[in-house]
């Protein structure tokens, strides 16, 4: 079984900034994603960022990208020049590689930033 | 429509009473796939469709909980009998399935669901 373990569950950083989120995960899996969602007060989960394990290349998307550390089995993200509207719940999340013939995800506890102006 | 659709967005029952929740995918996307929020917790996987079968629903707490799904659409999930601690934020996702986009989940709002 798949385990996400997100230790901090409150961070908070000024506009503008730049935040890292940590997320760590064990599996014994060679063949995965990872992936960032964040979720703000309306409930709805939204995709912020994916990592395919196989690539050594960390993924970035605009001012998010990740730091993913295959052997420490740790994927943190960095959110760069913060801004209000990234306030929200922050979930790291696992799929084992859809060959497998599941497509569950397993989410860490979420970490909650709040972005003060 | 244009995202994933639930409903209701909120439902208050009483303890013992069944209950129906309602979720409408995107349109074209042949997977689809519930799941439980509690307070504090992340997002716990109950049972996800291909199509109108269901090959992982490994993730249904007991057998008060079920779920069906009918033209590859629509997905109705029944909690039978509720209990205080099925109290949960409940959250569809549908996802299409091909070689490039399968692993990208699109979630809708949820429904709130509090038993008294």
């Known amino acids: 079984a798949q385990t996400v373990t997100q230790s901090q569950p409150e961070m908070s950083v000024q506009e503008a900034e730049t935040v890292t989120l940590s997320c760590t995960y064990d599996?014994?899996?060679?063949?995965?994603?990872l992936f960032w969602y964040k979720q703000p007060p309306s409930r709805q989960m939204i995709l912020v960022i994916r990592?395919?394990?196989?690539?050594?290349q960390n993924a970035t998307e605009n001012r998010f990208s990740v730091n993913f550390q295959k052997a420490a089995k740790s994927f943190s993200l960095k959110i760069s020049d913060s801004q209000l509207g990234d306030t929200a719940m922050y979930f790291c999340?696992?799929?084992?590689?859809?060959?497998?013939?599941?497509?569950?995800?397993?989410f860490g506890k979420g970490t909650k930033l709040s972005v003060i102006p | 429509g244009a995202g994933v659709s639930q409903s209701p967005s909120n439902k208050v029952t009483e303890k013992g009473k069944d209950v129906e929740l309602r979720c409408d995918p995107i349109?074209?996307?042949?997977?689809l796939y519930w799941y439980r929020q509690s307070l504090g917790q992340g997002l716990e996987f109950l049972i996800y469709?291909?199509?109108?079968?269901?090959?992982?629903k490994s993730g249904l707490p007991s057998d008060r909980f079920s779920a069906e799904r009918t033209g590859g659409s629509v997905s109705t999930l029944t909690i039978q009998r509720t209990q205080q601690e099925d109290s949960a934020v409940y959250l569809c996702?549908?996802?299409?399935?091909?070689?490039?986009?399968?692993?990208?989940?699109?979630f809708g709002s949820g429904t709130q669901l509090s038993v008294l």
């Open positions: 999340a696992f799929m084992k590689h859809p060959g497998a013939g599941s497509y569950q995800l397993t």
């Open positions: 996702a549908s996802s299409e399935i091909n070689r490039n986009t399968n692993e990208k989940l699109f």
């Open positions: 349109s074209g996307h042949t997977a």
């Open positions: 990592q395919e394990a196989y690539k050594q």
């Open positions: 469709f291909q199509g109108n079968s269901a090959p992982d």
């Open positions: 599996t014994s899996e060679n063949n995965y994603y």
